[in-house]
C-alpha cells in the first residue's frame, strides 16, 4: 500500500507546488471566469425570464467553467513532463501506471477544487443562502467533477505531442461541453437535437447538482445528477488508467 501511496502523495504534492509557481496560470484560471460571469452575467441580466437574476443562473455554471479551465492548465503539465524527460524517468521507476496517473489526476483535482471554493464565497453577494451542509455538499460536488474532468485532460494530454495541439483539441472538445451544460442557457425550449446532447453530455448533471444544491431551481432530482457525475468521474479515471497502462515509454512521442 506505501507503495502505492507514496508516488501518488509525491506526484499530487509536485502538481500543487509547480501550479502556484507559475503565477500567470493561476491568473488566467481565475480571472477568466470571473470575467466571463461578471460580464456575460450583466449583459444578459433582463433575458431571463424566471425567478432571479442572470446572474444567479450563471454563477453554478462559472464555477463548472472555472474547474474545466484548471483541469485544462493543470494537465497540460504531462507534456511539459515529456519534454524534459520528467514523464519518462516516472515511467520507468518501480511504481504502477495507476499511481502515476492518480497522483497527477489528483494534483489537477485539488488544485480546480481549491479554485472553485474560492468561487463559492461569492455566494453571500447575490444573496445566495449558503448553511453549512450546502456549502459542505458543493465541495463534494467540485471534487468529483473535477477529478472528471481532470481525467478527460490526462487522457487528451496523453496523447498529444504540443501544447498547441493540446489546447486546440481542449478547446474543441471541452468548451462545446461546458456550451451544451445548461450552464449558459435554459434546456427548455432549445431544439430537440440540442436538448438531446445536452442531456447526454456528463457535464450537464453537474451544473445541475450544484444549481440544485445553491438555489434549489434546477428542477432535477440531486440525488440522480450525483449519481451521473459519479459514474463519469469514474468511468473517465478508469479510461485514463487503461490508456497510460497499454502504452510503453518507448511509445510516447
Known sequence: MNRFLLPVATLWYRELVRFYRQRDRVLGTLATPLLFWAVIGSGFSGSLSSSGSYLQYLYPGTIILSLLFTAIFSTI???????????????????????????????????????????LVLAPLLKIPMSATSFALSISILLIIAFGLSNLGFLIAWRSTSTQGFHAIMNLFLMPMWLLSGAFFPESGVPGWIGGLIRLNPLTYGVRSLRETMLHNSGHSLLFSLVVCLCFALFSFAGAALVAGRQSDKDLP
Open 77 to 119: 503539465s504531462i507534456i511539459e513532463d515529456r519534454r524534459e524527460g520528467f514523464l519518462q524517468s516516472v515511467l520507468v521507476a518501480p511504481i504502477s501506471r495507476a499511481s502515476m496517473v492518480l497522483g497527477k489526476i489528483m494534483g489537477a483535482t485539488t488544485i480546480a477544487v481549491i479554485q472553485g471554493t474560492g468561487f
